[in-house]
């Protein structure tokens, strides 16, 4: 059933239907389709459009084209354009003519702007679901090794000591901030269009805030122009799931460093690597390595909305149909990658022999200048003495630690023999028990502050 045959002396081409249709894709918002037509023949009902029996005649039907779909043995008939004419052929085929009465006052420029919507809310949560479970995974991981010590890096340089709960915790933010990225598209998507009808507003009195309450939409859209060609919602969910891709690369990428052999601090388990079809020894971390690629495409589908949407014309135009397949991309790549992602941290074994190796003495060397300045030196002058500690241990091809005391006193007289409880590096992590400090101390709270937000 074609639904807009009536003013054409030809039918559609063989090539324009398959290059036209999109039943292939936008079947899967077979149910959003189906509530929204439920919702819209009781408005039509309560408007006095339809009689209550004409109503209910409609969502009967429209229950058992739901019921089909379901059980799978819903078929596609060959005019099936969209999922929209799809629902619609088949009701009219179980209910008979008073099915033609179900698309009155609507069209489907405003339909498939209420499905997307109905859609995207349910999809968006899912995300957020399986970005928690990655968070719950870091917040273990950092709960076991709240104090185990590794070198930081700036610039990939041995900086100063850390924790790994805090490092492994500096991954959590961006997944929470993620979070709330992905709850702001959410708000963007709870908005009713339903009754904006082709572009001018439905010419039938239907009570809009009646259907935003029986969908579940917490608003209704005030300009049916704009209303009908409103994707921002679609590229507002794209973007949180390209940021979502980005911190899981992050991540990724600094954990195939990390389990490389001359790095050697985790251990991907083997449930998560792969082998090599000509190398026996080899072990590798394909999944952190197609996370990490995976990130470009969603950027991309980002990237690729946009530029379809920039030069449309307000109202609805064919264009939009290639809203859905990035969207639907996206949230399937990350069903996929955000599980893996979450086994991968829960099952990381962490080596903190190998990270312990990695505490030469010169990661100290701001807490040398840290005892000086509470010596009294101003830190510019204590951070010039300390270089001169680290030149004069570098000349021996020793560590700063291993200068005798006498040797710092040559280049300070502040120095004295209280030096040796700047050498430490537990002492290096207690000291930094500040908010947000790498302290143990401070990353048990850190891990309470995020437990916090995870649960508000
Ligand atoms: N399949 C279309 C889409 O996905 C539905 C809306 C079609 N509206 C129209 N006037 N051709 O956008």
Not at 24 to 31: A, G, L
């Given at each position: 059933m074609q639904l807009w045959g009536g003013r054409f002396a030809k039918s559609a081409d063989q090539l324009l239907r398959q290059f036209n249709d999109s039943i292939?894709?936008?079947?899967?918002?077979?149910?959003e389709d189906i509530d929204g037509s439920i919702a819209w023949a009781q408005g039509l009902a309560n408007a006095n459009v339809l009689t209550q029996v004409e109503a209910d005649t409609l969502v009967d039907g429209l229950r058992q084209v739901a019921a089909?779909?379901?059980?799978?043995?819903?078929?596609?008939?060959?005019?099936?354009?969209?999922?929209?004419?799809?629902?619609?052929?088949?009701?009219?085929?179980?209910?008979?003519s008073v099915g033609g009465k179900l698309h009155t006052g609507r069209s489907r420029n405003d339909q498939v702007a209420t499905d997307f919507r109905l859609w995207a809310k349910r999809a968006i949560s899912a995300v957020i679901e399986q970005v928690t479970e990655v968070q719950s995974a870091i917040i273990s991981s950092a709960e076991r090794h709240h104090d185990t010590p590794l070198p930081g890096y700036t610039h990939m340089q041995h900086a100063q000591p850390v924790t790994w709960g805090h490092w492994i915790m500096s991954h959590f933010w961006p997944l929470e901030r993620d979070r709330r990225r992905l709850q702001a598209a959410f708000d963007s998507a709870d908005e009713l269009p339903l009754g904006s009808a082709a572009l001018a507003g439905t010419a039938f009195p239907i009570d809009r805030d009646f259907l935003a309450t029986q969908l579940g939409f917490s608003r209704i859209s005030q300009n049916s122009l704009d209303a009908v060609s409103n994707r921002d919602f679609v590229a507002d969910a794209l973007y949180a799931c390209a940021m979502v891709g980005v911190h899981l690369s992050r991540l990724s990428e600094q954990l195939i460093i990390f389990s490389s052999q001359e790095f050697g601090f985790v251990r991907v388990d083997d449930a998560y690597s792969t082998g090599s079809s000509l190398m026996p020894q080899k072990k590798n971390p394909d999944t952190l390595e197609l996370t990490r690629g995976k990130s470009g495409r969603l950027i991309g589908l980002l990237v690729g909305l946009m530029v379809t949407l920039k030069g449309l014309p307000s109202t609805y135009d064919k264009d939009l149909q290639e809203d859905k397949e990035g969207v639907f991309n996206a949230v399937d790549t990350l069903a996929i990658v955000l599980p893996v992602m979450a086994a991968v941290v829960e099952t990381l074994q962490i080596n903190a022999d190998k990270m312990a190796g990695q505490l030469e003495a010169g990661l100290l060397a701001t807490d040398l200048a840290d005892y000086l300045v509470k010596k009294g030196l101003p830190f510019r002058e204590a951070h010039h003495v300390v270089g001169a500690v680290v030149q004069a241990a570098e000349d021996r091809n020793i560590e700063i630690t291993d200068l005798a005391l006498a040797d710092l006193q040559q280049i300070s007289d502040l120095f004295s023999d209280d030096v040796t409880a700047a050498f430490s590096v537990a002492g290096s992590l207690a000291a930094r028990n500040v908010v947000g400090g790498t302290a143990p101390a401070a990353v048990l709270q850190q891990i309470e502050a995020a437990r916090r937000c995870m649960t508000e």
């Open positions: 292939s894709f936008d079947q899967r918002m077979w149910r089909e779909w379901e059980q799978e043995n819903f078929t596609i008939a060959a005019g099936d354009e969209d999922i929209h004419t799809a629902n619609e052929r088949r009701l009219t085929e179980l209910v008979g």
